[in-house]
C-alpha cells in the first residue's frame, strides 16, 4: 500500500486506459441518438465492439457510467 501511494504522490494514476476519447464518446452519443444509425458501423468507424459501445453509452446516446469518466478526465 506504500508503494501505491507514493506512486499516487508522483502523479502516477495506474489502471486500464480508456477505449474511447473524449471525441468518440461524443460521437457515439450524437450516433446513438439518431434511430438511423447502424450499430455494427459505428462499431467499425470506432474500432470497438459493440459491447464496448455499450459500455459508454446506452441506445438512446445517453451517457453511461464509463462515458461520463472519460468526459471528465
Do not use: I, W
Amino acid at each position: 500500500m506504500a508503494g501505491l501511494q507514493a506512486a499516487r504522490a508522483h502523479g502516477r494514476k495506474g489502471g486500464r486506459k480508456f477505449a474511447l476519447y473524449k471525441s468518440q464518446v461524443r460521437l457515439a452519443q450524437a450516433a446513438m441518438a439518431n434511430r438511423d444509425t447502424s450499430v455494427s458501423d459505428l462499431c467499425v468507424e470506432l474500432g470497438v465492439k459493440p459491447v464496448t459501445l455499450y459500455r459508454y453509452v446506452d441506445p438512446k446516446g445517453n451517457l453511461r457510467d464509463y462515458g461520463k469518466r472519460v468526459l471528465e478526465h
